[in-house]
Every structure is written in structure tokens, then in C-alpha cells.
């Protein structure tokens, strides 16, 4: 789904086809695009005290103000060292991440050699372009060295996943002009404005002339949220709601006959609305704006999902809502504080592994980002990560500690069952994070009995056996260091 | 336990393709010793051709039945004027046809004995002069190394024997999910002739065994020995039937010196230990707590890996001790350790039967329950419902559903006796805007905790206000269903979906 350099997917004929854009918008465009090589290092879940392969990719960026540049949260993740090239100049300009948004793919980097924006122009922001209306896709992708630029016209514009986090769902517009790896990250322009982003799309054995890009109202949203020097994220109500379409439903809610109001099925405990709403609740109206009983409603002219209110806060900001509370009206103000909490269901980036090694036995909290690395036979591990939010598991295990793996060891010969197991108590002690798990195991006792989610044995282990076995472990293994545990990177 | 019902089933289509009758000469001139000419035709006196047709039941349309298909197996006359053949081939069986060897005699037959757990079935022809004057095959045991031979049968009714040796006697899975019995492992080629269930494993002219599965490729037979038989046989002269009885409880081994020291193993060899022990079962009763562990069974010495030292067989698992060895009701006496300290007791070791599991392990021979509310499907959670998802059903059901089913074990539910699930959707009138639900867990109606599919109706009783308030275990949490609508519009779903009845509560 996403582009990424080095993915040839079709040739480049059409690519290299650039049609002569009108010359006036052309020339200032040219000037302020750049190519950026990302030297990365993909983190290394399976031995997490050694650093991961690096590879190099490259992408598109664009002057947004006077001395910023935009691109794709993609093009630049995991970088280690990062480069510009202007067109029409051999300098490679060394810039690093200022700002990065891996829940919209969005990006804003610094430049260090300030010479860079010499004969830039910050290009302008347009709006939402119509349907069929022509957009031109500027950027550095495969199939030559030179700026490329394709056309094509607006197809449709609708609420999609973006690739890049894998759980995020924002507004997204597709073209038909060819978008190919290297393409990440450069504008979309139209009437010399930029409409877009060109971030995603298919390879294309799956479809074909389907482009999308990230619209202004995303961008614009990106920038104001940074605007204070930091970046808090998409705001979410997280409750998961059901329509009142049928007749009986809305009866025995107590509602009227006009079509209104979407039932509150269930209210995430670690959420903004926690406390607030309640499952039962019916939304009548969001800000103002009435809901309709499918859940949608009227949006600057445009008929969205309710969460789309949601998407253009920010944090700090708050939600009044009308809701019908055991058949009576009432209105509620839900404070936005903060960001759902948990990332560990999305593709992360720029983290290091958390881990702990004991007695050979490698704890790794679970994550979107192990799971894609690691191939679990345990089903119970597929149930707790899908269960995380709609069960609730992060109440007992806001972190699940995972035994994922063994350096074996003679004092681990008999322990390969506990292989994939979920941690729950470590000599009584309930632990509900790794930083727990790393407590508990620094605690001196004779023996650390380790008990797993589930009706097997206990797992134990000697004091006398961990302590001997520690040394010739970490030599034999080459294990710099036994634990790496940052708990920001939940 | 897919694995081996694909390979039998890959045999069934095998054997329609092959063509039938040309032996070959390396397996049949290897004929089990004791089978010269005159013996052979009174020796194939006690083989039976049977043809099964079966049709089981549609669990994600359990109003229906899936279309019906034959199965061929080879039964043998057991002492008393019936046929032995695997469970597994009689399975939701509708019509079940005798055939004597030489293909002269035909009769139909009845299932009089079945047990799926250790996967064998006695069949009784339905008029008695059929299997008159047949003595029966003797049972005999098969000792590891033993050389046996499997009787198939050519369209002519010669026979046809392959031999092989056995090569380990060992608790494997049967075919049933979560059922373990002794099983011999025989290394034979076998070219299927068209019976590819309950193949004969035969010793001297005696019965040692039946056929559990075969797998071609490694040319590996299991079979059911005599062993697991003969304590059917002993059950099934009994009436009711009791089967094959449990300790209710499970088991983790101790070879960890370090688990060893922990449990204050020091100065004792092997043992168990108990991780588990089921709420009202067997071990319950006797007073088993988790974290015993069981030294001695039945005067026996378990082992750290949970094996017996069995005079036939040697070291086997313990299971074969308890649930072979024993019958319904026995009091085995077990020894433990406690917390360092010895303890004895006496356990009445039971089977448990298939319906005291919140999710059913199978459900075969039995129509499937249901009831439909205007449109809204409700069933009870089983195995057999979530095997509907395919032949990877443990990747492919709804993950809700998958851990429960999993998962029962490790919660005791004192009241709820099945978990009620909305399968479906039909879509009515009645229904507007729920189309889409499926696969949710039934909490309440009309405010009634639901613990069992006969709960739905007398809930249904209890509306409020012309509707019924339905409350799921996840999303969405509650819908309302029209009281008198969907009353009104069960003639015309039965109608227009083609349903024999609305609900059917055995």
C-alpha cells in the first residue's frame, strides 16, 4: 500500500511522459521541491540489544514556509541521517525531523545549511479540489533521476486508513495521475497551489491509476496542531457506536421520529469520554449539529461520520454534545485532554524495542510492531492484541509482557513451553507493565516463580541458577545490555 | 485435530478414483500366517463390507442438513452378532447397509453402541439371521514389534493383507478434540482399496486393532488397539453405557530440577504436577488441589513426564492408566505430594460428558438448537458451530468466539450452562438496521440473564412497552426488537427463507 522507494512497480513509461505544465505555475514549483534520501535503521525486535539493518530510501518533500520543509511521516521514519537535493544544484543540504505526525503521515524537517531556501517560495495551501478537476503530482520518483511531474484528475474524496500508522482512518483524496514510490511527499498542485500530498497507494497488480493523496484539511490540521512546538496527535472519542434506524430500537430508546440520534454502545474506560457518556446514551447532536440515526452528520456542506468532529480538535479543546440519558435530554461538554493513550496497535516508529532479559528468557511488551516481526503460534496472543481495546485488556495489562524468546541455556533446557506466554505475577506480585516485571525480578529472592496467563505451571527459576548462568549467557549471546525499558513508548 | 480428518478424507476421494481389483503381488502374497485356503473363508466369515450414508447437520444453517455422503468401511463380527467399525464412520450416519464379504448377503444395520470420544461404534443388523452362526473374531494384543496385518477387501472379496510391524504404542489424539487414547503406530504401505475407514489390524488370525487414520505419505497407520476395544466392549455390555471415565483434572511435568526444588521434590523421583483441577470433578471430589503432585496412581509410580510403567506397553502416559484401565465409578487410589508432605486419596474417576461443556467439543447425531426471534438467529456456541468457518476454523471464526471456546476451562460459571450467540441475520421488517450483526454473544432479554438457549423464550415473556430489550456482550451493546412485529412476521420468514421451523429446543 504505501510507497517506498525501491519498490519498482511499473515501468516508467508513463512516469517519464511529463506532460509541459503551463510554464507561469511550473518554474517557482521547480525551485522549491526537494528530493530527500533517508538512511534508516529499522529497529531489531528479534535480538533488541543489537541495532537493526539500515537501508536507504528516498522521498519528496516541499517548501511550506520560509524555511521548512513538508513530506511524509514515511519518507523520513527511523532516519539516521537525512539529505536534500535542489534541482539545478549539486549540494546535498543535511536536514533533520523537526516535527513528525505518523498518525496523518505527515512530516516537517529543518535544514541545517540555511543556504538551502535561497530562491525558495513556500507554496501556498489551496482547498479540497473538485471531482474531475485536474491536479498535477510534482516529486522524485523511480525510474529517473530528474523532477517528474504526472496529471491526472480528482476521483473521489472519502474517509480511508492511512497505510503509514495502520489504524488511523483520515480524509483522503484520490487521483488517477501515477503515483509511484519517490513520490512520497511531493504537493499536488492545482492553480499553483498545493491541494495534497501524494503519500499511498496500490502496486499494481491490485489496481491501477489509483493515487492518493493527503488533502489541506489534514495539512492545515498538522500545521496549527505543531504551530505550538509540539505535536499532541488526533483526538478520539473512543466509543464505538450503533444505528437507531429501527423503528423498535428508537422506541425503546424513547426517541422521537425524526431520524435522529446514534446510540452509545460502549464507552472506552481509558478514554475522553469516559465519565462523561455512558453506554445507553443516545448523541443528538455534536457541537450543534444534529446526528442523524446512521451515525453521520452535516459538515461544511458535507454529510461525515460523526468522529470527523473529533478529528479537527485539538488537544485542549472540548466537544459539547446533546445526548438522551434514560429518555431524558441533557447536554454534555467532553474536555479533550488528551490522545487515546496506548499506541501499541499501531506501526511505530523511531522507538527502540523495550526489553528484559532474564536468566535467557527475552520479556518483550506486545506490539503492532513485534507481531510484525515475530510469527506467534499462540492464538491467546492474537486474541488479547485484537481484544485490547473492544475487551478492555489494557485495564489488567496496559503493557501485555510477552516470553517471546529463549537464549538457550542450561537453565532454560525444560522452560520451551512457556514460549509465547503472557505474564501475570511474578513471585505474587501482579505485573501489569514490563518496568513491573523488571522490579519484580530485581528483587532478591530464592526463587523467582513466574506464573502465566492461563491454567499452565508456574515457570521458575533458582536465584542461584539466574546468577550463575547471567555471565556465560551474556558472553555467549553477545548481550550488551539486559534491559532497555522506556515507558514513553507505550 | 484437522490433520487427520484430512487424510481420510483425501483416502475417500483416492479410492473413488482407483481402479479396483488388479492386487499386487508383493502385499498379497504376504497373508497373515495362520490363513491357508479352507481357513480363509471361514476367517472372512467375520469381515463385513459396510456402507454408511451420513448427513450431518449445517451448523451455520442449523435448520438444514448438508447433503448426504457415503462412506465405506470394514467391520468386523464381533462375538455376539455385531460389527465393529469406527465412530467416526457411523458419524450423523442416516442409513447404514451390511455386506458379507464374497458380496452375497446384504442387511441393513443400526448403530447399538457408539463412542466418539474413543472413536468406535457396534453396529447390530437389524434382522438377526445375518451374522447367525458367525463366531466373531477373538481380540488379541499387539505387542510393539509385533508384524500385523490390515485386511482390505477387493471388489471380488479376496482379501487383501498388508503387513507391517508395529512400531510404538503411545496416547495420541483421537479424533475428537481434546479425546486421548493408546494408540499403534504401524509403519505399512496400504494401496486403498474403496473402505477407507476401520480397517482390521489383525495378529494371528485375531483382532488387535482398528484402524484410526492412515497417512500416506509416511505410510504411518494408527490404530485402535485392543486394549481401547475391549474396555468398549466391557462398557458396552453394560447398559447405560458409561464410557471411558476421567480424572478432571490436568497435569504439567516436573523434569525442571529447579521446579523440583521449588515444590519440595528433593528427595522423591517423578510425579505431576496438578495445574488444574475442574470444578465438581472427579479430583475435586477427592479433595486435588492445584499444585499437588501426583506421585502414584493405581499403586503405580508416575514419572516426571507423567508416564506409568505399563506391563504391556512400558512407559505410556498416565492416561492410558486412568481412562483404559478403569471404568465409570472405580475409586483410584492416588498418592501426593502436598507441600512436601505425603497424602493419600481415592479418586471416582467419571467421564465427562460432551454437554457439561459450556461449548460443546462435538455435537454429532443431534440436530443443533436454535431460535429465531423476527429474523434474529440465536444459537448455542459449539466447536462444531465454529469448525463451520473451515478447515482453518482456529484462524478463520470470530476471535470472540475462538477464546471462549478456548478458554472455558480456565473459568468456572456456576449458572451459565451455555454461551448463547446472535449467529445471523435474516433480514425482515423486523430487522431494519441490524443487518449486519453476527456472532454476538447474548447477555440479557428483556433484562433476563440468558444461560441457556431455553432461557430465550421465557425471557421473551418479560417485554416492557410492545418491545424486547436484547443486550449483547460487545457491539452493539443492546437493540430493541418490535414485540408484536416480530411475532407477526414468523410465517413469512419460514416462507420466504424456506424454514422448516422457527426454532427447534431439544
Not at chain 1, 525558495?120 to 510534482?138: K, R
Not at chain 2, 441457556?452 to 418479560?462: F, G, I, N, T, Y
Not at chain 2, 460487545?474 to 426488537?481: A, E, N, Q, Y
Amino acid at each position: 500500500m504505501e510507497i517506498r522507494c525501491l519498490t519498482p512497480l511499473f515501468l516508467a513509461v508513463t512516469l517519464l511522459s511529463t506532460q509541459s505544465s503551463d510554464a507561469a505555475e511550473r518554474s517557482p514549483i521547480r525551485k522549491s521541491l526537494a528530493r530527500i534520501s533517508n538512511t534508516s535503521q529499522e529497529p531489531n525486535y528479534r535480538q533488541p540489544w543489537l541495532p537493526g539493518t539500515t537501508m536507504s530510501s528516498s522521498g519528496t518533500g516541499w517548501v511550506v514556509s520560509k524555511d521548512r520543509i513538508l513530506t511524509n511521516a514515511h519518507v523520513v521514519s527511523n532516519a539516521r541521517f537525512l539529505t536534500l537535493e535542489k534541482e539545478n544544484d549539486p549540494k546535498k543540504y543535511i536536514a533533520e525531523v523537526e516535527h513528525v505526525a505518523h498518525d496523518c503521515d505527515l512530516a516537517i524537517l529543518k535544514v541545517q545549511d540555511a543556504s538551502f531556501f535561497q530562491g525558495t517560495e513556500p507554496l501556498d495551501l489551496g482547498n479540497i479540489p473538485e471531482i474531475e478537476s485536474e491536479v498535477s503530482v510534482y516529486g522524485y520518483p523511480i525510474g529517473g533521476d530528474r523532477l517528474s511531474v504526472t496529471r491526472g484528475v480528482v476521483s473521489r474524496i472519502d474517509f480511508r486508513p492511512y497505510a503509514h500508522s495502520g489504524i488511523d482512518s483520515h480524509l483522503t483524496i484520490q487521483i488517477d495521475a501515477a503515483i509511484n514510490p519517490g513520490n512520497s511527499g511531493g504537493p499536488v498542485l492545482q492553480k499553483g497551489r498545493v491541494v495534497g500530498v501524494a503519500f499511498q497507494g496500490f502496486s499494481g497488480d491490485v489496481a491501477q491509476n489509483v493515487g492518493y493523496m493527503i488533502p489541506t484539511p489534514v495539512i492545515r490540521r498538522f500545521l496549527s496542531d505543531i504551530s505550538d512546538g509540539t505535536y499532541d496527535r488526533y483526538m478520539d472519542l473512543s466509543i464505538t457506536t450503533y444505528n437507531t434506524l429501527n423503528p423498535a430500537m428508537r422506541q425503546g430508546l424513547g426517541l422521537e421520529r425524526d431520524d435522529r440520534g446514534v446510540f452509545v454502545s460502549n464507552v472506552a474506560s481509558a478514554g475522553v469520554c469516559f465519565g462523561h457518556l455512558k453506554a445507553g446514551d443516545v448523541i443528538l447532536a455534536v457541537d450543534g449539529l444534529p446526528v442523524a440515526s446512521d451515525g453521520t452528520l452535516e459538515l461544511e456542506g458535507e454529510r461525515v461520520q460523526m468522529a470527523e468532529v473529533a478529528e479537527r480538535k485539538f488537544k485542549g479543546d472540548s466537544v459539547r454534545m446533546s445526548i438522551l440519558r434514560d429518555q431524558k435530554k441533557m447536554d454534555v461538554t467532553v474536555p479533550l485532554p488528551n490522545a487515546w493513550p496506548f499506541q501499541m496497535q499501531a506501526n511505530q516508529f523511531d522507538v527502540q524495542p523495550n526489553y528484559l532479559l532474564f536468566g535467557g528468557l527475552l520479556f518483550q511488551p506486545l506490539s503492532r510492531n513485534l507481531l510484525s516481526t515475530v510469527q506467534f503460534q499462540n492464538p491467546r496472543l492474537v486474541y488479547f492484541f485484537e481484544a485490547f481495546v473492544p475487551k478492555e485488556i489494557y485495564k489488567e495489562h496496559p503493557e501485555i509482557v510477552v516470553l517471546t524468546n529463549f537464549l538457550a541455556d542450561p537453565i532454560n533446557t525444560y522452560l520451551g513451553e512457556f514460549k509465547e506466554g503472557i505474564v501475570e505475577e511474578i513471585n505474587g506480585s501482579t505485573i501489569r507493565t514490563l518496568q513491573q516485571a523488571s522490579e519484580a525480578l530485581s528483587k532478591p529472592s530464592d526463587f523467582y516463580v513466574i506464573k502465566f496467563v492461563g491454567n499452565g505451571r508456574p515457570l521458575v527459576l533458582e536465584r542461584t541458577a539466574v546468577e550463575a548462568a547471567r555471565e556465560r549467557i551474556r558472553d555467549r549471546y553477545g548481550v550488551q545490555q539486559e534491559q532497555y525499558i522506556d515507558a514513553s513508548a507505550r | 485435530m484437522s490433520r487427520p480428518i484430512l487424510v481420510l478424507s483425501a483416502l475417500v476421494s483416492a479410492a473413488l478414483v482407483s481402479a479396483p481389483a488388479i492386487s499386487d503381488a508383493k502385499t498379497a502374497a504376504a497373508p497373515d500366517s495362520v490363513l491357508n485356503a479352507p481357513n480363509q473363508a471361514q476367517f472372512l466369515q467375520n469381515i463385513v463390507k459396510v456402507t454408511v450414508t451420513a448427513q450431518a447437520y449445517d451448523f451455520s444453517r442449523p435448520w438444514s442438513k448438508r447433503a448426504p455422503n457415503a462412506r465405506r468401511a470394514i467391520g468386523t463380527v464381533i462375538d455376539g452378532g455385531r460389527v465393529l467399525v469406527t465412530a467416526e464412520c457411523v458419524a450423523n450416519a442416516t442409513y447404514i447397509e451390511l455386506e458379507s464379504a464374497d458380496g452375497e448377503q446384504k442387511q441393513a444395520a443400526r448403530v447399538e453402541y457408539v463412542d466418539y470420544e474413543s472413536d468406535l461404534a457396534l453396529l447390530r443388523p437389524e434382522s438377526a439371521p445375518f451374522l447367525a452362526n458367525k463366531a466373531g473374531l477373538k481380540l488379541t494384543t499387539p505387542n510393539v514389534g509385533d508384524q500385523l496385518s490390515v485386511l482390505q477387501l477387493e471388489a471380488n472379496g479376496n482379501p487383501l493383507f498388508s503387513t507391517g510391524k508395529m512400531t510404538t504404542a503411545e496416547v495420541v489424539r483421537y479424533p475428537i478434540d481434546d479425546s486421548s487414547f493408546l494408540a499403534g503406530r504401524l509403519s505399512v504401505s496400504l494401496q486403498m482399496r474403496d473402505a477407507a475407514f476401520a480397517l482390521p489390524v489383525l495378529k494371528e488370525g485375531k483382532l488387535a486393532g482398528v484402524m484410526l487414520r492412515y497417512d500416506a505419505q509416511s505410510s504411518i497407520m494408527d490404530f485402535i488397539p485392543t486394549a481401547v476395544v475391549d474396555h468398549f466392549l466391557r462398557d458396552a455390555s453394560k447398559s447405560p453405557y458409561e464410557g471411558f471415565p476421567r480424572m478432571g483434572c490436568s497435569f504439567s511435568t516436573t523434569r525442571d530440577p529447579q521446579l523440583r526444588k521449588y515444590l519440595k521434590l528433593n528427595g522423591t523421583n517423578g510425579g505431576v504436577l496438578v495445574t488444574q483441577v475442574l470444578k465438581d470433578g472427579p479430583a475435586d471430589k477427592a479433595g486435588l488441589r492445584k499444585e499437588d503432585v501426583l506421585l502414584e496412581i493405581a499403586g503405580e509410580p508416575i514419572d516426571s513426564d507423567g508416564n506409568y510403567k505399563d506391563a504391556t506397553y512400558g512407559r505410556i502416559s498416565l492416561g492410558h492408566l486412568v481412562c483404559t484401565k478403569h471404568f465409570e465409578g472405580d475409586k483410584v487410589r492416588v498418592r501426593l505430594s502436598r507441600n512436601g508432605t505425603s497424602v493419600e486419596a481415592e479418586v471416582p474417576v467419571s467421564r465427562r460428558s460432551p454437554g457439561s461443556y459450556l461449548s460443546e467439543p462435538y455435537v454429532i447425531d443431534k440436530a443443533p438448537n436454535f431460535f429465531i426471534l423476527g429474523g434474529l438467529v440465536f444459537q448455542e456456541l459449539s466447536r462444531q458451530y465454529l469448525k463451520e468457518f473451515g478447515s482453518d476454523w482456529q484462524r478463520k471464526a470470530p476471535l470472540e468466539l475462538l477464546n471462549i471456546d478456548r478458554t472455558q476451562s480456565e473459568t468456572d460459571s456456576e449458572t451459565r450452562k451455555r454461551v448463547i450467540i446472535l449467529t445471523r441475520v435474516l433480514p425482515s421488517d423486523v430487522t431494519v438496521g441490524y443487518e449486519d450483526l453476527r456472532n454476538l454473544v447474548l447477555k440479557s432479554i428483556n433484562g433476563e440473564v440468558i444461560n441457556d438457549l431455553s432461557d430465550v423464550p421465557k425471557a421473551l415473556q418479560k417485554a416492557a412497552n410492545g418491545v424486547h430489550r436484547i443486550e449483547f456482550a460487545g457491539d452493539p451493546s443492546l437493540i430493541f426488537i418490535d414485540v408484536k412485529s416480530a411475532e407477526a412476521v414468523g410465517p413469512s420468514l419460514q416462507k420466504s427463507y424456506g424454514l422448516p421451523a422457527l426454532n427447534r429446543m431439544n
